[in-house]
């Protein structure tokens, strides 16, 4: 048995995150927090979410080839929504990414900035879906 010799500190931490330039309209936390925290995870995060919903498709057997463009875009919606285990999967690698603050800040709006980062991951997957074979 292969015992872990790797400390806290050789491990990779989170990806870094590039800056986006957005309007400083925010009004709520959950705004604020989508601006400065969201966004950037997301866009860092963009081939490795593009990959997973890419190994997803024949899991579930989608013929996502076959399917017209208007199709594809609300397949992506409809199984980001229903698909709990891919939701919960793709909501992780951006949980994963946050600092312990930034859980905090999670934790404590958690419904509205979960279901903000679904709506974020369908857009960033819909604007690509060109980039998804299936």
């Known amino acids: 048995m292969a015992i872990n010799t790797e400390s806290s500190t050789d491990r990779p931490g989170p990806l870094p995150r590039p800056e986006i330039s957005t309007e400083p309209t925010a009004v709520t936390v959950a705004e604020q927090f ?3 925290t969201l966004r950037p995870i997301l866009k860092a995060l963009n081939e490795l979410v593009l990959a997973y919903y890419q190994h997803h498709l ?8 076959r399917l017209t463009r208007e ?3 609300a397949h992506i919606e409809r199984s980001v929504r229903e698909d709990t285990r891919l939701r919960l999967i793709l909501i992780g690698m951006v949980v994963g990414q946050f600092s312990t603050e930034e859980f905090a800040t999670f934790v404590s709006e958690e419904a509205e900035l979960t279901r903000r980062i ?3 991951l369908i857009q960033r997957l819909q604007s690509q879906v060109d980039a ?3």
């Open 34 to 36: 989508q601006n400065q």
């Open 58 to 65: 024949p899991k579930r057997k989608v013929p996502f080839a």
């Open 71 to 73: 199709d594809k875009l």
């Open 118 to 120: 679904a709506n974020l």
């Open 132 to 134: 998804l074979v299936g």
